[in-house]
């Protein structure tokens, strides 16, 4: 069974500063997809950030990137130059490519403060 | 262009009652999902459909019923709901093989 374990349920970071939330999952699956989800106050769920497992070039949407692991299956997520609408809980996944189902850890809550 | 919506947004209910949940895509996907999340748990999926009249059960499918006639629809019906069924319900779609799940605005359902 696949699983995802983010080790971190809560983070608080100043203003502009750097952050990376950690993610690690475990699967015999060699097709599979990484994804990074963010739930602002809001209660919307937002993709982040997308990783194909067979890419090795880590993904980077503007000041969010990704560091793929693949055989240590990590996938961490820095956010650059946080800002406060940062402020969410951060939720990683997992899919197998073949079923389309996700998985996902129980979130990192991350908290901007000015 | 609407994506994909979530009705009622917010309902309560009395234990042994029936309770459906409403969702709609105007995407066109394929493949549409029911999650329910609580403290502690992050999101775990109920049931999902890969098209219409193809549904499948997920994690915690106990306690509930999907159906899907039409591509853009995915009620959720809690047959005689419980207190433990008392949750945030998102519904979400893609168009499979891999594709990024879309998620609705989440429907806060409590059972009293």
């Known amino acids: 069974a696949q699983t995802v374990t983010q080790s971190q349920p809560e983070m608080s970071v100043q203003e502009a500063e750097t952050v990376t939330l950690s993610c690690t999952y475990d699967?015999?699956?060699?097709?599979?997809?990484l994804f990074w989800y963010k739930q602002p106050p809001s209660r919307q769920m937002i993709l982040v950030i997308r990783?194909?497992?067979?890419?090795?070039q880590n993904a980077t949407e503007n000041r969010f990137s990704v560091n793929f692991q693949k055989a240590a299956k990590s996938f961490s997520l820095k956010i650059s130059d946080s800002q406060l609408g940062d402020t969410a809980m951060y939720f990683c996944?997992?899919?197998?490519?073949?079923?389309?189902?996700?998985?996902f850890g129980k979130g990192t809550r991350l908290h901007i403060l000015p | 262009d609407a994506g994909i919506t979530q009705s009622p947004r917010y309902k309560i209910t009395e234990t042994g009652r029936q309770v459906t949940l409403m969702c709609h895509q105007t995407?066109?996907?394929?493949?549409m999902f029911w999650y329910r999340q609580d403290l502690g748990h992050g999101l775990r999926l109920i049931y999902y459909?890969?098209?219409?009249?193809?549904?499948d059960k997920g994690e915690v499918p106990d306690g509930y019923v999907v159906s899907r006639s039409k591509t853009e629809n995915f009620p959720l019906t809690l047959e005689s709901a419980t207190r433990s069924q008392t949750s945030v319900y998102f519904c979400?779609?893609?168009?499979?093989?891999?594709?990024?799940?879309?998620f609705g605005p989440g429907t806060r359902l409590t059972v009293l």
């Open positions: 979400a779609s893609s168009a499979g093989s891999g594709s990024t799940q879309y």
């Open positions: 699967t015999s699956e060699s097709n599979y997809y």
């Open positions: 990783q194909e497992a067979y890419k090795q």
């Open positions: 996944a997992f899919m197998i490519g073949r079923d389309d189902k996700i998985i």
């Open positions: 995407w066109s996907h394929s493949y």
């Open positions: 459909s890969a098209a219409a009249d193809i549904t």
